[in-house]
């Protein structure tokens, strides 16, 4: 027979093991630290990022699972910097490999044509900063990369100054603000 000790030593292990599993491969919650997203996510919001539906990875391999879809124009995702892989970063997906991205008079053309859809495109002005938020100089996203852009994009380091985010940075997409109570919502 099992002692108590012995029975609840095992239940914290499998606890923690289940817990462990859940952040690495289905789940994981994030703070929000910056302005960057603003008024879509805010300072001190925490949200839960789903890892499932962009093909799990498998941590320390190239492995990834397939995926139920790939990111799409106007996803909010978690990815790590691609200026410092220790910190994560989260903006909104503008184009994906292959588009040609222009910012014009304060809005965001792909190939050419004004981005209205999602409508957050429409509400969003875009400032021409850094060295791929040049006006008049449409550029291209290379296979197997993205552009993102904070919500807030007069304050937000995003794909103008940093360029194209290969897909191998992505964590996965927000889908929830879960904390502070008046803020809980799904999130498009």
Same mark, same amino acid.
């Given at each position: 027979?099992?002692?108590?000790?012995?029975?609840?030593?095992?239940?914290?292990?499998?606890?923690?093991?289940?817990?462990?599993?859940?952040?690495?491969?289905?789940?994981q919650a994030?703070?929000?630290?910056?302005?960057?997203?603003?008024?879509?996510?805010?300072?001190?919001?925490?949200?839960?990022?789903?890892?499932?539906?962009?093909?799990?990875?498998?941590?320390?391999?190239?492995?990834?699972? !397939?995926?139920?879809? !790939?990111?799409?124009?106007?996803?909010?995702?978690?990815?790590?910097?691609?200026?410092d892989p220790?910190?994560?970063?989260?903006?909104?997906?503008?184009?994906?490999?292959?588009?040609?991205?222009?910012?014009?008079?304060?809005?965001?053309?792909?190939?050419?044509? !004004?981005?209205?859809?999602?409508?957050?495109?429409?509400?969003?002005?875009?400032?021409?900063?850094?060295?791929?938020?040049? !006006?008049?100089?449409?550029?291209?996203?290379?296979?197997?990369?993205?552009?993102?852009?904070?919500?807030?994009?007069?304050?937000?380091?995003?794909?103008?100054?940093?360029?194209?985010?290969?897909?191998?940075?992505?964590?996965?997409?927000?889908?929830?603000?879960?904390?502070?109570?008046?803020?809980?919502?799904?999130?498009?």
């Amino acid at each position: 027979m099992k002692s108590t000790f012995r029975e609840y030593a095992e239940s914290l292990i499998i606890a923690l093991l289940l817990a462990l599993f859940v952040r690495t491969f289905i789940v994981q919650a994030f703070v929000i630290p910056s302005g960057s997203m603003r008024m879509t996510l805010v300072e001190g919001d925490r949200i839960l990022v789903d890892k499932v539906t962009y093909g799990i990875r498998i941590p320390f391999t190239d492995i990834q699972l !397939p995926e139920i879809r !790939p990111p799409q124009r106007g996803d909010i995702v978690v990815f790590r910097s691609p200026e410092d892989p220790g910190r994560d970063f989260i903006k909104r997906l503008v184009a994906v490999g292959g588009d040609t991205v222009e910012i014009r008079d304060l809005r965001v053309l792909i190939n050419g044509k !004004p981005l209205i859809n999602p409508p957050v495109f429409t509400r969003i002005n875009y400032y021409n900063r850094g060295d791929y938020g040049v !006006p008049n100089r449409p550029i291209q996203v290379p296979r197997g990369h993205y552009f993102f852009l904070g919500d807030n994009s007069s304050s937000s380091r995003d794909s103008r100054y940093w360029g194209f985010l290969p897909e191998s940075n992505i964590i996965g997409r927000a889908f929830v603000i879960y904390w502070p109570v008046k803020r809980i919502r799904l999130l498009k």
